[in-house]
């Protein structure tokens, strides 16, 4: 039975730019032409999406990881990631990411946290879920990480008041937060009326996004861990008094000193599989990958 969605650095040699064939397919058969072109988003060219099967016989050994990018970037930005995971035993089929946004046209500081990507997120969640047959990993990276977030909460849209539907916890075994903008960023200390500082869909520290994702605790799967710097220098380490980052209520998380953003969303790949492999920081002694 299919689930409703309707509510809802290239590295060519090693990573897969578009969804293979098969993926692709299952899309338009199981949702429709608008739900595969949301997701794929050819629109802002062939590297904006990636991930599925080769063939039905493609036999999956490790559960889906969904990548979520953050603020002006595109899915191939986590290329790196990708490689890293590849380099490790995971295949195509087992990795998948999405571009929410145009791709980094819209200039940093006018993104919001809209419902369409919200939806859009929600949507791959979804149809990843119900096309591997399996719970699935979800890694959040900067603003990715309350976007996803709410796409799994679901609930009302802050912005635009639709309803995405209820919790989608059952469907995530690990959601991991690199850098992430959980609690706001110190750059929007001061709010602005529009905008990435918004106090409704922004990242100032107590907008109506963040007040909502954070009212809540544990419904991001049924692992939830954080990994952050004291030294990122576009999310900061406190705002309004808290750290911005670390979920509260997780099951762990791992502080970092010294890293600045994209040095800890790149320098921390083998802590980053460890998380969603073993749910924990380090992998098991008797493991020999």
């Not at 050994?61 to 995971?85: D, E, M, P, Y």
């Not at 946290?113 to 859009?120: E, F, R």
């Not at 791959?124 to 959040?140: F, H, N």
Request: charged letters at 20%; one cysteine or more; a positive charge.
């Amino acid at each position: 039975m299919l689930l409703p969605i309707t509510l809802i650095f290239p590295l060519i040699s090693l990573v897969s730019t578009d969804f293979s064939p098969h993926f692709r397919k299952f899309l338009h058969d199981s949702y429709g032409i608008a739900i595969t072109d949301m997701l794929e988003r050819t629109d802002l060219g062939m590297d904006a999406s990636f991930g599925g099967k080769d063939s039905s016989a493609d036999v999956l050994r490790n559960q889906a990881v969904i990548i979520v990018h953050g603020i002006t970037n595109k899915a191939s930005r986590f290329a790196g990631t990708v490689a890293f995971l590849k380099s490790k035993g995971y295949k195509n089929a087992e990795i998948y990411g999405t571009t929410w946004g145009d791709g980094g046209r819209m200039p940093v500081g006018l993104v919001e946290m809209k419902c369409n990507y919200v939806k859009q997120i929600r949507a791959m969640i979804i149809a990843v879920r119900q096309y591997t047959g399996q719970p699935v990993d979800v890694i959040g990276y900067s603003m990715g990480a309350p976007l996803a977030r709410k796409a799994i909460l679901g609930g009302q849209c802050v912005d635009t008041r639709e309803i995405l539907g209820a919790p989608l916890t059952e469907l995530v075994d690990t959601f991991l937060s690199v850098a992430g903008a959980n609690y706001g960023s110190v750059l929007c200390i001061v709010p602005v009326p529009v905008g990435t500082c918004n106090k409704r869909n922004g990242l100032h520290c107590d907008s109506e996004f963040l007040q909502d994702i954070n009212n809540q605790q544990r419904y991001e799967g049924s692992y939830t861990f954080s990994i952050f710097s004291t030294a990122d220098e576009k999310i900061g380490f406190r705002s309004c008094g808290r750290p911005v980052s670390p979920i509260r209520g997780g099951t762990g998380f791992v502080k970092r000193d010294g890293l600045n953003h994209d040095q800890l969303m790149d320098s921390t790949h083998p802590l980053q599989r460890n998380f969603i492999l073993y749910h924990s920081p380090k992998a098991p002694k008797h493991r020999l990958l």
